[in-house]
């Protein structure tokens, strides 16, 4: 399931620090934005989502923040753990049905 | 384990061959989706079926097909294969169809690859 190939942005960050994903969507219309991680083998998994009428949304060891002025999301993680290493996509709910649009993925790497 | 299965996990076929990826939703699920994961274009939804009938359509080709059987599985359809159908096709499901917060439970996907 890993996004091999793909020239993804990659994420260094050493164990116990905190990271932030970044991504950019462009539809104002969304409804939901999510963020999904993908291991290495297998496929997206779900990490946490936001309502277009919110501004940030805490989880465990996560926070989403959406800043709909410049259209940006972010995924904040805290005390970054090397289960964390995967690649992260955000992805927009546009429509109804769950038809989601994925942004191109972020490689985080934890370093021991 | 999210619950959801995709049968094979591998395949390698030829150009102008065909093939059926099959996918058993979570219990309970009703909407089955297929995304396509390729090396150039990242997540793409192909299409959602719900409770048996075809709900959405994403940038699915002509030579792809897929359905939603009663007993909820869906199968996708490969036709006249071509070297840049080589992906990975992942399955996901979900309780409802309708606008939702976006959280689908995806198989582990099903390698393919066209020499």
């Known amino acids: 399931g890993e996004s091999v190939g793909l020239h993804l942005p990659t994420l260094s960050v050493q164990e116990g620090d905190n990271s932030i994903i970044n991504c950019a969507y462009s539809n104002s219309a969304s409804d939901y934005f999510i963020w999904y991680k993908q291991e290495s083998g297998k496929g997206p998994q779900f990490i946490i989502d936001i309502r277009s009428n919110m501004d940030k949304r805490q989880g465990q060891r996560v926070t989403v923040l959406l800043n709909k002025t410049v259209k940006h999301l972010s995924l904040q993680i805290a005390a970054t753990q090397p289960g964390d290493s995967a690649v992260y996509f955000c992805?927009?709910?546009?429509?109804?049905?769950?038809?989601?649009?994925f942004g191109g993925g972020t490689r985080v790497l934890v370093k021991p | 384990d999210s619950g959801v299965t995709q049968t094979p996990k591998h395949l390698i076929t030829a150009t102008g061959q065909r093939v059926t990826l099959r996918c058993s939703p979570r219990s309970g699920d009703l909407s089955v989706y297929w995304y396509q994961q390729s090396l150039d274009q990242g997540l793409q939804f192909l299409i959602q079926?719900?409770?048996?009938?075809?709900?959405a359509k994403g940038n699915i080709l002509e030579r792809f097909s897929a359905q939603q059987f009663p007993d909820l599985h869906s199968e996708l359809n490969l036709s006249s294969l071509e070297l840049g159908d080589s992906a990975l096709y992942f399955c996901?499901?979900?309780?409802?169809?309708?606008?939702?917060?976006?959280?689908?439970?995806f198989g582990e996907g099903s390698r393919l690859t066209v020499l």
């Open positions: 996901a499901s979900s309780v409802a169809s309708g606008s939702a917060t976006g959280e689908l439970f």
């Open positions: 079926y719900y409770n048996g009938e075809e709900r």
């Open positions: 992805a927009e709910n546009r429509a109804a049905g769950n038809k989601l649009t």
